[in-house]
């Protein structure tokens, strides 16, 4: 199970990375709420990209080699789940906090949590 949820994120993450470094500005006006977080800045949005790269790189790495590649999956994990530490610090000081950790809970949440469950249980013993 671990394995497939790491495909999958493999995936999403880089093809989100792609849509942010070859699609910027289309990738900006789809994304819900991103718009609210202020002008469209390409520079911004492409170094965020390269991260999402660099995420699923290390989510391919550990799908290649699980117990050389699990260092790159803690990796991996902490930029997902300081990223959604973000936006929970972000919805805390919203007008609607609810609404807006309900809207980011597919794309940012689940792939931080599922990250972190990952690492937790295929560590290397």
């Known amino acids: 199970m671990a394995r497939l949820v790491s495909l999958i994120l493999m995936a999403v993450l880089g093809l989100n990375g792609l849509a942010m470094l070859f699609a910027s500005f289309w990738w900006y006006d789809a994304v819900p709420g991103v718009i609210a977080t202020g002008a469209f800045n390409p520079h911004f949005v492409r170094d965020i990209g390269m991260a999402y790269l660099v995420t699923a790189g290390g989510l391919g790495w550990f799908l290649a080699r699980p117990t050389q590649g699990w260092p790159a999956l803690v990796g ?15 919805a805390s000081c919203s007008k609607d906090a609810v ?6 809970f597919p794309g940012v949440y689940v792939p931080a949590l599922a990250t972190l469950w990952i690492a937790f249980a295929r560590r290397p013993a």
Do not use: G, K, M, P
């Open 76 to 90: 991996s994990a902490a930029f997902l789940t300081l990223h959604a530490a973000i936006h929970v610090f972000d």
């Open 99 to 104: 609404a807006t950790a309900i809207r980011d």
